[in-house]
């Protein structure tokens, strides 16, 4: 095993290229050799090599390679990594001599890589940092990441056998490529990734999130190169994002065009107002990069993994993504689904920790995946089974050092997503609060009034943008004084804008484990209005917890006009009931013995979304708001319910161990 010191080098000036004779089976290209996983070499690196895109514009691209000790090139072909991320490439460690033990253990990505035996090409996006062109979310990366991957696949240094890696933006970046099918695309890890980005960043079914318009724009806008430009920009950004003024743009919105925080970068505040003037499902949307649910017969046949987390922002897209390549392709297809925020493998989040199994080591994932597809290795990854997924619960619901509430929780292996050995079963609301599995009779409704100038306040969620003025995550469905627009603390399940229905303690563990929906048959005073829906996990009081836990599973919301049809906007008629149904989208849960399932209905959640006016009028350009009484029907013929996954118990039993290893589902 030959493990050398980390030593980055800079090279100035062209492209190098390999010493006459070298071929793409010079030494540590496309080995075999299992020892390659923990063969290390030197790290040389450069800087801004300006890579031209089809129209023209040059994109800023740093390369990372592996070096000899005198810093030089290693020759030969390598398999080659691409990286294309807004958020600026950023600059190498410093030398492994000015690191500190930890700098080393966690030294960024391209380095990691290019010790590893791989040529790894990170750029800036178009109109970004060091790039040139104008900026507009997602809608040029397809063809800049064709262009992007197709230029290395071609440059001496490369194998041609390209691999793609990134989160949240990176991985829009990477899907928005891949349905244009790159000749020398081989694989692909897709981490925190959307697959309907109108369902997922912009709007859920129907409603704007708010908190991540607002805040994304804002940031991309302070570190522009408008801002680069003008300081003003930036200055004027970093204070509408601060705790300080940030609650009170929310507050404030819809703005006019012209008085939007955005206003002061032009670019930036382009997408941002065209987001909001387009706030049905329409060919905007459809758009390469926004959209790849269209184009899921486009994707290559190649293997791909897909890692993202119940509390991330865009669990629908890595779901939808994995399932939609799992049937469509015959290569390696996987998932994994941890108890996680936005891209964080750690092993607690908001109020909860699940444990040590939960912390899975990203870059760890990475390198065995392109280990095994682009080198050959035989890492164990295909052998192992397709999916994932992290099963929350079953601790003892005391309070940890750090002071979170610990829920415990296990990994569970099978073959497909939802598995195979869950079923769906239906859990019927009723009048009096209950939730159980007994059809309604003859029940009167619950009603309930909505004063969208006291909305419902967000207690975590799948929050990313924003997450540090509003918590994110698992937490205690209880106010606080200092949880934005909380102004007591009760728990939220006190107001009586919340409908709660919930079972009685439960008698045995039961498991969740798929997809989750919820079908509701509602009725409003007002032309238009909505609907949320909200998973819970009600542990009862103990010693550390005397009120109990209410830790939030999944949670989502409609606006009426969208539904059934989000392409074509239907206000209310009066006296109209109509169905509706929330997607939950997917979760794995052990509720324990003496726990309860819980499902709170209300009509907003503040400020992940926007509040609907109850007014009818055009949704960003509202001039009022009206009360709404709303109803939520519960008998013989609108018979409301949940339906939850379940999973027998004994199929977890059979299972050990975590991440990385070898059990399967039985």
Known sequence: MKRQGLILFVLTGTLWFPPAGASAQSAHADTKDKRSMDEEYNVGYIRNVM????DGVKLATDIYFPATKEGTPMPGRFPTLVNRTPYGKGAPPPTVST????????????????????VVVVQDCRGQFDSEGTFYIDVNEGSDGYDTVEWAAKQSWSNGKIGTYGGSYSSQVQNAMAVLRPPHLFAMFVMVGASDYFEEGAYRGGAFTLLHNLVYPMTFASNSQEAMRD??????????????????????????????????????????????DHFAFDDYWKQNGYNFEVNYDKYPDIPIYFLSGWYDLFEHGSLHNFMAMAAMHKS?????????????????????????????????????????????VNTGVLQEPSVRVFVMGGGDGSKTLNGRMEDGGQWYATTAWPPPASAPHAYYLHADGS?????PATEAASVYPFDPHHPVPTIGGQIDSGKNFSPDGPRNQKCNLKIPFCDNELPLASRPDVLVFQTPPLDFDTVIAGNITVDLWVSSSALDTDFTAKLVDVAPGNRDFPD???????????????????????????????????????????????????????????????????????????????????????????????????????????????????????
């Open 435 to 439: 939730l159980n599995e007994q059809m």
């Open 548 to 666: 109990g836990f209410a830790m939030n599973l999944e949670d989502r919301i409609v606006r009426v006009r969208l539904s059934p049809d989000r392409t074509k906007p239907q206000l209310l008629q009066p006296g109209e009931v109509r169905k509706i149904s929330i997607d939950l989208l997917g979760v794995a849960n052990r509720f324990k013995k003496g726990h309860r399932i819980r499902l709170d209905v209300s009509s907003s959640n503040f400020p992940f979304f926007d509040v609907n006016s109850n007014t009818g009028e055009r949704p960003g350009y509202q001039t009022h708001m009206a009360v709404a009484i709303n109803t939520v029907y519960h008998d013989k013929d609108h018979p409301s319910h949940i339906n939850l996954p379940l999973l027998p118990v004994s199929a977890l039993t059979t299972q050990t161990g975590a991440v990385g290893g070898t059990s399967a589902e039985n």
């Open 51 to 54: 890579v031209p895109m089809r």
């Open 99 to 118: 690191m500190t033990p930890e700098q080393q253990k966690h030294r960024n990505t391209p380095t990691f890589f290019a010790s590893r035996g791989y």
């Open 332 to 376: 390696p297809t996987k998932l994994i689904m941890g108890p996680w925020v936005h891209g964080i493998g750690t092993r607690g989040s908001g109020d909860v920790d699940f444990g040590p199994t939960a912390e899975v080591t990203m870059l760890d994932e990475e390198n065995r995946w392109f280990d095994q597809i682009l080198k050959g």
């Open 231 to 276: 300081p003003a920009i930036r200055a004027a950004m970093l204070e509408a994002l601060s705790n300080d003024h940030l609650g009170a743009w929310l507050s404030a919105y819809p703005f006019r065009p012209n008085a939007s925080p955005v206003a002061a970068s032009p670019i930036n505040q382009k997408w941002f107002q065209d987001q909001i």
